[in-house]
Every structure is written in structure tokens, then in C-alpha cells.
């Protein structure tokens, strides 16, 4: 929030909930007060997949010059990991599926073609 205070500092709704963050929170009034500011940049997530189990992500947060309230953020496992071996187990069962052709009723006829 403080980030986002620094790009925006006299934006109606980010001094509302800080006001209304302050009031109610005393620990958050003197974190507030302090005026640190610790972008996340770097991080390892670890989600859970229904098909695969636990996976261990890394991603990287970078910020766009031209747009600096923005961020372009890139994920991926270390190569050779369980997480990786993972992503390439679930790449390749969507393939399969793409490659399977379709079925059609016999008694079905293709919708036709729309053009915008």
C-alpha cells in the first residue's frame, strides 16, 4: 500500500483506508508511521494441484517503466525439479487432449462459419 501511496499520494481512496486502517489499528498506524516500502520482487509460491499435488514456483516481479504502477511478472520451477517434471506432465495430457479429434453425433451438423 505504501508503493502504491508513493505513485499516488493524493488519491482519495488510498488516504481513506489508511485513515480508516490507522483509526481502528494501532499496529498498522505504526507501521504506517515508519514509511518502509518493500516491493515483492522475488517470491516462492506453493500452491497445491488437484491432478499433480504440490508444486514449488518461483516468480519474478518486474516493474514497467513506462507504466510503473504495473508489473510483469514471470513464474517457472527450477529445471529438473518435481515441479517441473510437474508442468511438463500436465503440458502434456492438454496436447493429448487437443489432439484427439472430435466427435460429432451422426445426427449433428457443424454450426456454420461466422464472420464478424
Not at 30 to 35: D, N, Q, T
Not at 58 to 80: I, R
Amino acid at each position: 500500500m505504501r508503493a502504491a501511496y508513493g505513485y499516488e499520494p493524493r488519491s482519495p481512496r488510498i488516504i481513506e483506508v489508511v485513515e480508516t486502517l490507522s483509526a481502528k489499528s494501532p499496529e498498522f498506524a505504526e507501521l504506517w508511521a515508519r514509511h518502509h516500502v518493500k516491493g515483492k520482487n522475488r517470491q516462492t509460491k506453493n500452491p497445491r494441484h488437484a491432478r499433480v499435488g504440490d508444486l514449488r514456483i518461483q516468480f519474478s516481479a518486474f516493474t514497467v517503466n513506462e507504466v510503473p504502477d504495473q508489473q510483469l511478472v514471470v513464474y517457472q520451477a527450477d529445471p529438473g525439479s518435481p515441479t517441473a517434471a510437474a508442468f511438463t506432465g500436465l503440458r502434456s495430457r492438454t496436447g493429448d487432449r487437443r489432439a484427439e479429434p472430435e466427435q460429432h453425433d451422426a445426427e449433428s451438423k457443424p454450426e456454420p462459419a461466422r464472420h464478424p
